[in-house]
């Protein structure tokens, strides 16, 4: 498996806000399946960016087109040759 970045830049409206509930439970469950590693959103620049793991940019493209806000995104996505973090690491050693 692959890992990909997706960045989303979204509008909003009345009817957006109303979907957004729904849109959460569908991540919520990529998030719980591992296709989904990290979500952030930022409302002020209005940006999510999302990283999946999925076989290819295709497989991402369907992940994305499932959610009920898809119509308000324009996005790339970007095929990652290096995932590294915190979440990533061994816990450190602590002695007693």
Do not use: C
């Not at 957006?16 to 998030?31: D, E, G, S, W």
């Amino acid at each position: 498996m692959k890992k990909f970045q997706v960045s989303i830049h979204f509008t909003m409206d009345d009817e957006f806000m109303t979907l957004v509930p729904a849109h959460r439970t569908y991540i919520n469950k990529l998030i719980e399946d591992g296709v989904i590693d990290q979500y952030v959103v930022s409302m002020e620049s209005q940006q999510v960016w999302i990283t999946f793991t999925a076989e290819d940019k295709i497989a991402v493209d369907r992940y994305l087109s499932k959610s009920p806000i898809y119509r308000y995104w324009t996005y790339d996505i970007d095929e990652l040759f290096l995932f590294d973090g915190q979440h990533y690491r061994l816990p450190a050693v602590k002695l007693n």
